[in-house]
């Protein structure tokens, strides 16, 4: 399978990278500078849980690239930039393995190839260029966007299928979902619990299993599980909380992506993840003063670092 991952940091690197570890891939990373040179010249040092060096193609320049398969992971903030220079591309399908919701209805909008929503859960950090670490294993998810088994076409089961299947022969865990609504807004619920609260703080993901931040964590949780309901998407308020705990536990001495962007002065997703829920919330007359508090507080910060400007 020729498979093109846009946006290789630190998930998609590790993504793109142990795909490339077999021969029945052909991967193609695009990523920024000096990350690309660095693979190109030694190769993508895979550390941590995997333990090779691999040797992908990469670049800087993602337009007008051809494949059976290309993994969106860019940061949500770019999803739009993204799908403009993916659509002067061809691909068979689209995969999206992003944070946050709304990246695959802004795919959809420019992209003419069906498009896949997915999950990951393995922990990736790029340590420096052309080497990332896996800090932890977990698993990834896919399914259409809509739920179901098809998507736009009677190939799309096979599509997926076929998707899913290459992703495990190389030694990514992989399901496919048939409820990938739920299971976003699941998401969705448990990164507007951990991302703000670790980020304001500091502090890491196992800040949120216990101690003063934990139930303003769970409020974030609950009330996105409240939104995920008016908009018609069965989602239990138990049920987010205790998988935000477990993940939280679970990955106890982990940096959460929103953290490491705030340590680093960059800016962050808060918009497509609290920000997300506060939209929706607001459009469908939903109280979640929780989500508003933590996205204001994040969105206050970029702009004092100068990273937001609206």
Known sequence: MEIVVFGAGSLGSLVGGVLARTDEHTVTLVAREPHARAIRESGLRLGGEFDETV????????SNLAAD?????VKSFDTPAAAETLATGAFDAVLSLQNGMGNEETLAAAIDAPILAGTATYGAILQEPGVVECTGLGEIVLGWLDGGSTGSDSNSSTQATHIGGAFD?????????????RRLWTKLAINAGINPV????????????????????????????????????SLCEREVVTAMDRVATGTAANTSSMAQDVAAGRRTEIDSINGYVVERATALEVDVPTNQI?????????????????
């Open 55 to 62: 040797t992908p193609d990469a670049t800087t320049d993602g």
């Open 198 to 233: 670790t980020a304001l703080t500091g502090t890491t993901n196992d800040a949120v299993s216990s101690g003063p931040a934990a139930e303003v964590a769970r409020d974030a949780a609950r009330e996105t599980a409240r939104v995920a309901e008016a908009a018609g998407v």
């Open 169 to 181: 022969r190389a030694g990514l865990e992989t399901a496919i979902a048939e409820d990938m609504p």
């Open 294 to 310: 933590l996205t204001t507080l994040i969105r206050t910060w970029e702009r004092g670092c100068g990273v937001r400007t609206a």
């Open 69 to 73: 398969l290309a993994i969106v992971t």
